[in-house]
Nanobody, 117 residues
Framework: VQLQASGGGLVQAGGSLKLSCVLA????????LGWFRQAPGKEREFVAT????????NYADSVKGRFTISRDNAKNTVYLQMNSLKPEDTAVYYC???????????WGQGTLVTVSS
């Protein structure tokens, strides 16, 4: 399984970005998908997850109401729409995949999001 994330960049506080992550190598629809992030000097943290069908999503409290995770099984892609960005959202964002009842074991290379104040 290979995950390729893109869409990061520099944005001003209050702005928006949309991250994308393409999964190659396996049947996309069997995987639960997630976005995680790691800020400088901090541990990696959960941001959002979405179930195989897209029918169930979960968000960290810090991003709830601002970020939206979605997936397009026809395009083998998971997205993270990020609105009302804050400087504390600055981090490397990673997409990840797992099969049901397992831990996230497949990771993309990360894409850097920088939010300026």
């Amino acid at each position: 399984v290979q995950l390729q994330a893109s869409g990061g960049g520099l944005v001003q506080a209050g702005g928006s970005l949309k991250l994308s992550c393409v999964l190659a190598g396996r049947t996309f629809s069997i995987y639960d998908l997630g976005w995680f992030r790691q800020a400088p000097g901090k541990e990696r943290e959960f941001v959002a997850t979405i179930s195989r069908t897209g029918g169930s999503t979960n968000y960290a409290d810090s991003v709830k109401g601002r970020f939206t995770i979605s997936r397009d099984n026809a395009k083998n892609t998971v997205y993270l729409q990020m609105n009302s960005l804050k400087p504390e959202d600055t981090a490397v964002y990673y997409c990840a995949a797992k099969t049901p009842f397992t831990q996230y074991g497949y990771w993309g290379q990360g894409t850097l999001v920088t939010v300026s104040s």
